[in-house]
């Protein structure tokens, strides 16, 4: 197929991906969807899955272990990376293993000729066609201002850092991955090998633990030497860009569309709000957070609403005094 949309989901994040899945539907038109499975705990998704009819799902253990076996490589040139994830209790072969599934995208035998690929905690509110448009200019294409942002990217401690990249590109062309487009086969076999060899050699240090895919995505961009373009950059110029992370406190909700000062979405991104946050909500408990309408507008599009008692309890507010005084010790 020319064009379609990815995500990755397991049943931790059904809930989002439903929403996502109706937002799409609604607000982007018959566009195909491939759900990659970020590991075997799909059961739920999978059954979803089968009654959308433009929706699939991608579970192929052997296109996964081709790109966890290319991580892993990578992570085991890093001086003290996976040591450090063993010691915090990480039990798999290196920090979210099933993040790295989102890879097979690049893979030349992937569905999609062109792609989008979208966190499962993503809300679309109109197409992103202007995304596949600007394909024929860059590798790459976003739409985010994560470039005010280089630590969640790569580590700014490491002085190798503007020795490796150009002071131009670590301010102009990193990226959040939840949200780019690029092109089946962007990767050849060759330019894999050279971000490993490149990493071995000395550049590992200039890896973002916190955010492992992120981090090694936007090198392997980069150490390539392939081409971002980031619509931010060109629509502020224009003032025609708005915001899209759950973070922003200005936005406003109107019948399930989201505005930025008067000018609509192109997503949502739930940034930094925790799955167990979702499914707690969607299991009748009453709790608030940002834009909770527009979620659950999606959310529900197709079934009835839990009904919620009482007033919504903020989602991050502080612990009372006495659960505070059981904490300490230690009966709660």
């Known amino acids: 197929m020319k064009r379609g ?43 979803e899955i089968a009654n959308r009819s433009n929706v699939s799902l991608l579970n192929n253990p052997d296109l996964f272990k081709f790109w966890e076996d290319f ?11 996976i040591q450090q994830w063993k010691a915090s209790g990480v039990t798999t072969q290196f920090y979210r293993v099933g993040e790295n599934h989102r890879y097979v995208s690049f893979d030349p ?9 979208l966190d499962a905690d993503t809300l679309v509110m109109q197409p992103l066609d202007f995304m596949f448009e600007r394909l024929n200019q860059a590798d790459v294409v976003v739409y985010d201002f ?9 580590n700014v401690n490491s002085d190798k850092l503007v020795t490796v990249f150009s002071e131009e590109r670590l ?45 090694l995505l936007n090198y392997m961009v980069q150490i390539n ?4 373009h980031n619509v931010a950059l060109e629509w ?6 708005t915001g899209n992370a759950v973070s922003s406190k200005h936005f406003e909700e109107k019948d399930g569309l989201v505005y930025d000062h008067g000018k609509l979405l192109s997503y949502l991104h739930y940034i930094g709000l925790s ?7 969607c299991s009748g408990e009453n709790l608030d957070f940002p834009y909770r309408k527009t979620f659950l507008h999606y959310r529900y599009l197709h079934e009835p609403m839990p009904m919620f008692e009482g007033r919504a309890t903020d989602y991050n507010q502080p612990p009372s005094l006495g659960t505070r005084l059981l904490k300490k010790i230690g009966l709660a």
Not at 177 to 190: I, N, T, V, W
Not at 225 to 228: A, D, L, R
Not at 275 to 281: H, M, N, Q, W
């Open 171 to 215: 301010q102009r062309d990193i990226f959040c991955s939840g949200c780019y487009a690029s092109k089946r086969g962007l990767f050849s076999k060759g330019e894999l090998d050279h971000v490993v060899e490149t990493l071995d050699q000395g550049n590992a240090e200039v890896l973002y633990m916190g955010a492992p895919n992120q981090s």
């Open 71 to 81: 991580s892993l490589r990578v992570w085991q040139t890093h001086p003290t990376a």
């Open 109 to 117: 035998v992937a569905p999609f000729e062109e792609f989008i690929y």
């Open 236 to 241: 502020r110029d224009q003032n025609k860009a």
């Open 275 to 281: 799955s167990k946050l979702f499914r707690r909500v």
């Open 5 to 47: 949309i990815y995500t990755l989901a397991n049943d931790v994040v059904y809930d989002q991906l439903v929403a996502l899945l109706n937002s799409l539907e609604q607000n982007s038109g018959h566009i195909p969807v491939c759900v990659i499975a970020y590991n075997h705990q799909i059961e739920r998704v999978a059954a």
């Open 146 to 154: 994560q470039f005010k942002d280089l630590s969640h990217i790569f």
């Open 225 to 228: 030497n392939h081409s971002v």
